[in-house]
């Protein structure tokens, strides 16, 4: 679950990086679009942690249904 915690945290932290990151190319070399790059790399890697995030979601919710269906039995 460990690593569930941390994709969550990405999933907020990565888009607050890639604004900071944009206004840093801004102000070093408006003419340059390094950005880009930072923004399809992190946005890869954003995509994993959301399936991840999902997934464990899913995984949780699953598990209380099971749950929920043996109490009733």
Same mark, same amino acid.
Do not use: G, H, S
């Given at each position: 679950m460990y690593g569930a915690y941390q994709s969550l945290k990405f999933l907020f932290i990565a888009p607050l990086l890639l604004v900071f990151l944009f206004f840093v190319n801004l102000m070093t070399s408006p003419g340059d679009w @390094?950005?880009?790059w930072a923004a399809l790399g992190i946005g890869?890697? @954003?995509v994993v942690s959301l399936l991840r995030v999902v997934r464990a979601v899913i995984l949780l919710g699953g598990l209380a249904a099971f749950v929920a269906y043996l109490n009733r039995r």
């Open positions: @390094w950005v880009q890869i890697a @954003w």
